[in-house]
């Protein structure tokens, strides 16, 4: 019951995905050209749930589905950790038109060519557990 319910959400986030257009390359291409809001807009909406529901999840003290307490670790502040990282999210993101959510989104629409996208974005990640200890935290 629990994987048909992450799927049934996984299915709406595709939908709204592309009903909104986010998996749109032509609507990326202008986010980073800054020619439209479009993107900037869906973004902003975004954060501004995020925020509304740890705000949410903090206020009411609530617990996830198996009954644990959610709780938040803080972060440290370091320049070089969102400087080096932001830069090479948005590198991959401009090469290939995709963040992780719009990644699946796409696999799921039939664009198998996302695949090689994929692939590379875990080899990514591999990459970074090997290094991670080593790199600016």
Request: net charge positive; aromatic share 16%; proline share 6%.
């Given at each position: 019951?629990?994987?048909?319910?992450?799927?049934?959400?996984?299915?709406?986030?595709?939908?709204?995905?592309?009903?909104?257009?986010?998996?749109?390359?032509?609507?990326i291409y202008e986010m980073f050209r800054f020619d439209a809001f479009h993107m900037y807009g869906i973004i902003g909406s975004a954060v501004l749930l995020g925020v509304i529901g740890v705000a949410l999840i903090k206020k009411y003290k609530l617990k996830s589905t198996d009954g644990t307490p959610i709780t938040f670790t803080p972060k440290k502040?370091?320049?070089?950790?969102?400087?080096?990282?932001?830069?090479?999210?948005?590198?991959?993101?401009?090469?290939?038109?995709?963040?992780?959510?719009?990644?699946y989104t796409l696999i799921g629409g039939g664009f198998s060519v996302i695949l090689v996208v994929l692939a590379s974005a875990l080899l990514g990640t591999f990459t970074y557990g090997l290094l991670r200890k080593k790199l600016p935290h």
């Open positions: 019951m629990r994987y048909i319910r992450f799927g049934l959400i996984g299915i709406f986030f595709g939908i709204v995905m592309t009903k909104s257009q986010a998996i749109s390359w032509y609507r502040m370091s320049i070089p950790r969102y400087l080096i990282g932001g830069t090479l999210f948005g590198l991959g993101w401009a090469m290939t038109g995709a963040c992780p959510g719009p990644m």
